[in-house]
């Protein structure tokens, strides 16, 4: 879950502090000029199991201005709202999936974006939702696991330690490790991080949030 920041209190007494990491991901942000495009008109049956998919692909300029496509995604257009003039609606972060010579490289990336459906192109685009980057908490209970496999994992003698890593809006933290085969890590990890919203009593376009068991 995630809430505004309220003040910065520290670990309680029976926790151990796991600093922050910040990650190498790189972040830009849309204005009201910039990432916007021209409609898109197509025609779709109202039958939502009939309907094309949304492609949203993330491309790449190299040297030699030759395109190259390193993550995309594949929506229904049913997960987004209709145009309704004066209330813009407002953006949302969409994960992206690798293309597979990239998925061991990079972390997912993920893109803000917003769409929106009308029945009819005779309309006059409104702005965008005006967003702004406000600090929040993204807070992790970590309890245990259990069921742990993977491939070449060993069988043979002691279990190994495991412990979890959590990443979100370009931050992580990680648990202390735990002997396996069920570890019970029961700690709180507390993300600081920048999220977009229209005002601080709404929620936040959050984004993806990533578990790692390592």
Known sequence: DSERVVDNTGPTNDEEYVPETAEDINT?????ADGRIDPILVMAPEDPLSQPFVMIDVL??????????IAYAKCALTEF????HGNPSKPRF???NSMPDLALQRNPPSILITLEKNNSDDIIRHKRKSVKPLAYIVRAYCFLGRAISYE????AGEADDYGLRVSCAGMSRSTNSKKGPRPMWMQTLDLKVMLCSDSPKEAPSIEPITVTLF
Request: aromatic share 20%.
């Open 28 to 32: 830009f942000t849309f204005n009201e």
């Open 60 to 69: 790449t300029e190299g040297y030699m201005q030759s395109q190259r496509r």
């Open 81 to 84: 709202p209709f145009y309704d």
């Open 94 to 96: 969409i994960a992206l």
């Open 152 to 155: 070449g994992m060993s069988t």
